[in-house]
């Protein structure tokens, strides 16, 4: 036995005596579906930090420049599909393994995959919020925006 399967073996061992099984995932994991991660080679904070792309000042103070590097993200998750890792676990909460994931994830991966117990502890690109009036809704709502190159309120409205 190599010390793969037997790292295998003890996993599930360890998965089926456990009462609640608790993964937590990153940026790691997406990057096998093709996504950038953060701080990589090829990473989204390669040259700049999180501050001066994906802020809030940072979209009251240049909003194109902001609309601009999440036009990128989101058309990024277009093509993004569940690897194996993400169907794996979505098959072991199936069959009752794993508890919960909470991942650091924002492209919703996870829950396309199959797997309904997801905590996305730093929120999601699937969905937008207006931060004016509170109006939330699928992010393909701002996605058609960008694509006009009209970046309003995702709700519609012009605040």
């Known amino acids: 036995m190599d010390a793969r399967s037997d790292g295998v073996g003890r996993l599930t061992e360890l998965l089926c005596r456990s009462s609640r099984t608790i993964v937590l995932t990153g940026a790691g994991m997406s990057t096998e579906s093709g996504l950038p991660d953060y701080r990589g080679l090829d990473g989204l904070w390669r040259n700049r930090r999180f501050e001066e792309l994906a802020s809030l000042p940072m979209w009251r103070a240049h909003p194109a420049e ?9 058309r990024a998750l ?28 924002v492209d919703g991966l996870h829950q396309a995959a199959g797997s309904r ?11 937008v919020e207006c ?18 190159g009209d970046p309003a309120a995702a709700c519609g409205h012009r605040h």
């Open 66 to 74: 902001f609309w601009a590097f999440y036009a990128e993200r989101l």
């Open 78 to 105: 277009d093509d993004a599909a569940p690897n194996p890792g993400h169907r794996a676990l979505a098959a072991l909460e199936h069959d009752g393994l794993v508890s919960l994931v909470v991942t650091q994830n």
């Open 117 to 127: 117990a997801v905590h996305e502890a730093h929120g999601s690109l699937r969905e």
């Open 131 to 148: 931060l004016t009036c509170g109006w939330r809704g699928p992010a393909a709502v701002a996605h058609e925006q960008l694509d006009r």
